[in-house]
């Protein structure tokens, strides 16, 4: 699946960019008005391959849970249950981005694709454990090639289930305690910036912890001499970076918006990325995470973030703040007046 992913990967339509600018132009507001709510749906009149696009509702967020054999290291103060403890919180509605997904109308799915412990079954929850946790990627490379493409696997066939399911958007969500480090490391492997300058604090680490995470990312990275995007995923990465790394190639095949969230689906949008250039036409970078390494990701990407609150929590929080602006873009297109039909004089 990942094959037939990758090749169904292609360039925007000029056409219906072409039939979007000159709407744009016709539409009763000062040409460029709209600032880069313009460029987002020009784009995405593209990345449809029609003008206009298909209003990007209903949406789905997918929550790619996992954990993390770093976390031995202690780059995080918060133990690993809270990562299983969380998804159960997901599952009954009660963690921040079920407040946020209520407010913005957006369905929620949990998929369990790493946690390392056994997880109830319940609505909402899927169950694509690939394996029980990573091992410790400044020991071992973190997962198999082969756990790694069954991530990715697991990742491609959720966005294929909720593009079949009617949604016209899909949201990047993770939950994985100590799953910063490994983004940061996904981050100085693809785009060669230096460890210390993307690493940062994750859910708030001190000094001495920070420093620790500095240390196991930059030994992690330097020992990496991996050049295929798969093996870097699996050498430093993890399930559920592997996971939205699908997930994201999936939606730009199926030529469905990608919204991304923080650090972790930044890291994972490189890996896309370089597996296949062509699926950036699909994501739209939903925040800018405090995160130093997720500005670094975008702007590696050229992506400008739409919305900027210093939100450092992840589970999609992000992505579903930014979908009102993108239905908003969108919906310009569908439904202002143009100065011809609403008798409103040009300048
Ligand atoms: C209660 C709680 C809820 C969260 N929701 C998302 N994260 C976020 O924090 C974790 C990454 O940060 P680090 O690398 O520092 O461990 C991830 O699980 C991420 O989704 C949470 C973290 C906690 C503690
Ligand atoms: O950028 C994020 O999504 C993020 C930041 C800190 C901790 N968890 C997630």
């Not at 770093?70 to 009660?94: C, D, I």
């Not at 394996?131 to 966005?159: F, H, N």
């Not at 990465?237 to 969230?261: F, M, Q, S, W």
Request: aromatic share 2%; with cysteine.
């Amino acid at each position: 699946m990942l094959n037939e992913t990758l090749a169904a990967i292609r360039p925007l339509d000029d056409e219906a960019i072409a039939a979007a600018r000159a709407l744009q132009a016709r539409l009763t507001k000062p040409m460029g008005s709209l600032g880069a709510l313009e460029t987002l749906a020009v784009r995405l009149a593209g990345l449809a391959g029609a003008c206009p696009p298909p209003i990007p509702q209903p949406a789905a967020l997918a929550i790619f849970a996992g954990d993390h054999g770093v976390h031995e290291q202690g780059v995080t103060p918060w133990p690993q249950e809270v990562t299983a403890q969380m998804v159960a919180n997901f599952v009954a509605g009660g963690a921040v981005v079920n407040a946020f997904a209520r407010q913005a109308g957006v369905g929620v799915t949990v998929v369990d694709v790493g946690v390392k412990a056994g997880l109830d079954p319940a609505d909402g929850l899927l169950d694509r454990k690939v394996r029980a946790g990573t091992r410790d990627l400044s020991v071992e490379p973190a997962m198999t090639r082969a756990e790694t493409l069954q991530a990715i696997e697991v990742g491609m066939r959720v966005a294929e289930d909720l593009v079949r399911q009617g949604a016209r958007a899909l949201l990047t969500g993770d939950m994985g305690i100590a799953n910063t480090t490994p983004s940061a490391a996904l981050i100085a492997a693809f785009t060669h910036v230096d460890p210390a300058a993307v690493t940062g604090l994750g859910t708030g680490i001190d000094s001495e912890t920070h420093a620790r995470k500095v240390a196991v990312v930059t030994s992690a990275v330097v020992g990496l001499h991996a050049e295929d995007p798969i093996d870097i995923l699996a050498a430093v990465g993890g399930l559920e970076h592997a996971a939205l790394t699908g997930y994201i190639l999936r939606a730009a095949a199926l030529r469905v918006p990608v919204l991304l969230d923080g650090v972790i689906a930044a890291s994972a949008a490189l890996a896309a990325h370089a597996l296949a250039p062509g699926s950036v036409a699909a994501m739209v970078a939903g925040h800018r995470s405090a995160e130093p390494g997720a500005s670094v990701a975008l702007g590696y990407l050229e992506l400008e973030p739409l919305v900027d609150l210093g939100l450092r929590l992840g589970e999609g929080t992000g992505a579903v703040l930014a979908l009102p602006i993108v239905a908003s873009a969108v919906r310009v297109l569908h439904e202002v007046a143009t100065f011809d039909s609403a008798g409103v004089a040009h300048k």
